[in-house]
């Protein structure tokens, strides 16, 4: 029955791949003079750091749980699914505001600015070292495990860092692994894990897996229903840490969103890892941990292991070979990823020496510092599997709670306005909790990779903070919007007996400034463009707001909050105009939740101005957004109804409706 299904199964694949092959633009294709991947090239790419995981991720979640780590893949796996369509949100973000690549730093750029942003860096580049350094270990486990070798643990070392500087070499010499060449091993690696699969499902029974998967259950069972409600929840995220190394990788489809033309292709690719790679892994790792071995003595060369159980040492020599040659390409994969990310950063802080390329326009420099640096991770490590899956899983659950943060911060303030795939806020809240919950539990039980993250952490922000102040974008950003000058000579130019100060919202210029504005000069008789000028405060990291209107000024929030550049320009104005009457306007919020708090607790300060500027008039408005005509105008304004603000010199500035939808000062 075995051998029966077993032909069946491979004539299947067979055709399919045939299939496959034959199809025109499967892998690439050309539009607009430009090659890009489609959504199964970019799947596949990061299916192989997926598959590469599954060689060390179950051997070492079992060194850590037990026989429940294979419930707990399962249960991570979930999380992970859940994970994937916010990846894929993250991804059209971006695209959305003309970010091209980049991943977890480019996002935690743009939603938190460069301090956070150096720190998910730090969490990214240990996550890439220790992927090439456990990678490593494990390839030259698995290729050693039929050898003599495979008792010697220095040979072993010197083994890993030799692939780690060859890996390096041919970067350098600028060979890469292209789309076509991993999409072969693709499969290769399908043909044989089904096999692998498949022969598992038929011998389950054989093996006698059935009461270990009995037990399995019961374990993870017994770790749930002991104690309270909160040491239940602590019993969860503490497995839950510990298996999450299953599915390193799962974030690098946004890191190669530069490849693909939009973020639908992003989303396929995630949907195409959902239903092959995260599904996979928890059914590898269970009939692995449900074999009748002890697991314990072979965590570095676990599937090759019970692939000879299975069928053969035959077998379990083509399983070792694809799991060396595999992680060897994830070795590849981290020195590629690596290098991106530095020149990203490099391109952006303007260090054209780091990023220097060689005749054969490789990244020498960036390759040969990693190549290093991996190395001396390698030696203080001692090579060891179990001390390097610790670093590993810190850095990689801390990116991960950078990036469901940043997209929980972006959400509450922009809402859904901008994007067209998105989750639930609340699902994205559980889903951060978890993360952050299993980051404290890793930081507290594997101390040895939480110092390395720290460490790294600080290096790189120390680094980074000394770097931006010479070379930050923000220096040159600065040069491009207004100067206070600017706007008090447009207003001097005017002779109104009053000034109108309108403070508006730096993303509602793109929409609502030329639009409404217009509409606010025929219904404020006395107000024209002249006598009012429109201001906006922005980040640097947001850019530049595009200049509306001539009396439209934008100006640079640097280290001041709004509240202070807002007192510190009128007070400008109260020292230039002390003989006209100043009238300050004030939107309503309503863009977002987070918008709306943030006004709640702003009008704190703002309602402290008629104090501080008893000589200003002040005033909060609202107004539809459905225009009046012309004809009706007249008629209906003696029915409007009217906003007074009461200054401290008891007296009142009337005002008629509010005209302005959705604005607010911050």
């Known amino acids: 029955m075995k051998t029966i299904a077993l032909i069946g199964l491979n004539v299947s694949l067979l055709g399919l791949f045939i299939f496959l092959l034959t199809r025109r633009h499967l892998l690439t294709y ?5 090659l890009w991947l489609t959504y199964l090239a970019i799947a596949v790419i990061c299916w192989m750091d997926i598959f590469g995981s599954v060689f060390y991720a ?87 495990s039929f050898t003599s070798y495979s008792q010697s643990p220095d040979i072993k070392m010197y083994l890993a860092l030799g692939i780690l500087w060859a890996i390096a070499g041919l970067n350098i010499a600028g060979i890469r692994q292209n789309a076509r060449f991993t999409f072969g091993v693709f499969i290769l690696a399908a043909i044989i894990f089904l096999n692998l699969i498949v022969s598992g499902l038929i011998d389950f029974d054989r093996l006698g897996s059935w009461p270990r998967l009995t037990e399995a259950f019961a374990s993870a069972a017994g770790d749930l229903e002991r104690g309270s409600w ?35 292709d992003i989303r396929k690719a995630y949907w195409f890892l959902v239903l092959t790679g995260i599904l996979a892994s928890p059914i590898i790792s269970t009939l692995a941990l449900t074999a009748p071995f002890d697991i314990g003595l072979h965590t570095e060369d676990l599937i090759a292991h019970y692939a000879t159980i299975l069928n053969g040492i035959e077998f379990g020599i083509m399983v070792a070979a694809l799991a060396a040659s595999t992680l060897i390409m994830t070795i590849n994969a981290a020195f590629v990823a690596s290098s991106e990310l530095i020149e990203r950063v490099a391109q952006r802080y303007r260090l054209t020496w780091l990023i220097a390329t060689n005749r054969r326009h490789s990244l020498y420099r960036v390759h040969l510092i990693n190549a290093a640096f991996f190395s001396a991770i390698m030696l203080l490590t001692s090579g060891k599997q179990d001390i390097l899956a610790g670093m590993f899983a810190i850095g990689l659950v801390a990116s991960f709670c950078i990036n469901m943060g940043c997209l929980l911060i972006y ?48 290096l790189v922000l120390i680094i980074g903070l000394l770097v931006s102040r010479r070379h930050a974008p923000e220096i040159k950003e600065g040069f491009k919007d207004d100067i206070t000058a600017d706007m008090i000579a447009y207003l001097i130019e005017s002779r109104a007996r009053t000034v109108h100060l309108f403070f508006r919202h730096g993303r509602e210029t793109e929409h609502g400034m030329d639009e409404r504005a217009p509409g606010l000069e025929r219904m404020e008789p006395g107000i024209n463009e002249w006598n009012s000028v429109y201001i906006t405060f922005h980040s640097a990291r947001a850019g530049v707001p595009p200049k509306a209107r001539r009396n439209h000024f934008r100006f640079l929030l640097s280290k001041h909050t709004f509240f202070q550049e807002m007192v510190y320009l009128l007070r400008l104005v109260e020292t230039e ?50 225009s009046i005509p012309l004809a009706r105008l007249g008629q209906e304004e003696s029915a409007r109804p009217t906003v007074t603000v009461k200054n401290k010199e008891g007296g009142h500035t009337p005002s008629s409706t509010p005209t302005d939808s959705g604005q607010h000062p911050a």
């Not at 943030?598 to 402290?608: C, F, H």
Request: positive net charge; glycine residues 6%; contains cysteine.
């Open 230 to 264: 909160l040491t239940h929840y602590g019993n969860f995220v503490h497995h839950i840490s510990f298996c999450i190394l299953a599915y390193a990788g799962i974030e690098s489809v946004i890191q190669t969103a530069g490849l693909v033309r939009n973020w639908q």
């Open 58 to 144: 179950a051997s070492e979640a079992h060194r850590f749980i037990g026989n429940s780590a294979l419930v707990f893949i399962a249960l991570t796996s979930v999380l992970i699914g859940f994970m994937s369509p916010r990846f894929t949100e993250i991804a059209e973000i971006l695209e959305q505001h003309k970010i091209i690549g980049g991943g977890v730093y480019s996002f935690s750029y743009f939603v938190l600015g460069p301090t956070v942003s150096f720190i998910a860096v730090a969490s990214i580049m240990v996550a890439y070292t220790i992927t090439a350094c456990i990678s490593a270990v494990s390839a030259v486990g698995n290729a050693t």
């Open 30 to 34: 050309h539009h607009q003079r430009r």
């Open 577 to 626: 105009f002390p003989d006209r009457h100043v009238v300050v306007h004030i939107g309503w919020p309503l863009s977002s939740w987070l918008d709306r708090l943030s006004m709640a607790v702003m009008y704190s300060k703002l309602i402290r101005l008629p104090w501080l500027f008893p000589s200003f008039g002040f005033i909060m408005r609202y107004t539809t957004r459905v």
């Open 411 to 458: 959400r509450y303030r922009r809402g859904t306005e901008e994007i067209e795939c998105h989750t639930s806020r609340f699902g994205t809240l559980i889903i951060w909790i978890i993360l952050v919950s299993c980051f404290v539990v890793l930081a507290v039980l594997r101390r040895q990779g939480t110092a390395l993250w720290a460490s790294v952490t600080l």
